[in-house]
């Protein structure tokens, strides 16, 4: 998890320092990552608070951005199902994008040993995170408006890291084309649904080549015999 606990370190400023400049409390701005523990979140709903919005609005907004982490846990769950709440609560919390990355082998979360691993992963993103945002909030009176840098766009640049190695086949290529165009299509209509959207039209075209590329194995397959 190292190269991803260093990957975020100017999200993780970003964050911390946008608080503070948006006029939250260093008490309020510590809560963010110790609580929400989600960096597109904190940065969207900081920036909601700082605009007074309503509570509806910023609670729908973060449901939004955070719906993917239901489709993680649908996809451990076979895997975690098995064991008591006192794993299954501190892991679901820990469950980050980074961390779902290293969860893809078979023999994940299937022993003591490697539950201890995931618990030590998600941890050590859990306290550098916070690092990292403390390091911002200390230094938000001091630093410019980090925005205005394009610090932000580490955001994307971790997803891409996350992603890429994950492409291993043509229906996950498929997948991550579809769903990077259309959100950037649907972000350019200014759809306020162009994440669930854009992932479930990339689910979508992905299964589709999964099941055209598995019938015409089968069709193979018996033409040889």
Known sequence: ?????????????????????????IFEALLMPLIVFAGAVQLVSIELIAGNASLATILLTTFIISSRHFLYGLALRNKLK?????????????????????????????????????????????????????????????????????????????????????IKNLSIFIAVLVSGVLAIIFNLWQWQMALILSTLGGMFAGYAVYQYTSRQQLVSQGKSK
């Not at 190269?3 to 608080?19: D, M, Q």
Request: one cysteine or more; hydrophobic letters at 50%.
């Open 1 to 25: 998890m190292m190269p991803l606990n260093l990957a975020v370190l100017p999200w993780g400023i970003l964050c911390g320092s946008l608080a503070i400049q948006r006029d939250f409390t």
């Open 82 to 166: 098995h064991l008591p709440k006192r794993w299954r609560l501190p892991l679901g919390f820990l469950l980050t994008d980074e961390l779902f990355a290293f969860s893809g082998r078979k023999q994940a979360y299937q022993n003591s040993n490697r539950l201890y691993y995931a618990l030590s992963a998600g941890g050590s993103f859990y306290i550098t995170w916070f690092i990292w945002n403390l390091i911002g909030v200390l230094a938000g009176s001091f630093l410019p408006d980090l925005t205005e840098l394009g610090l932000d766009f580490a955001i994307a640049v971790t997803f891409i890291a996350l992603v890429v190695p994950g």
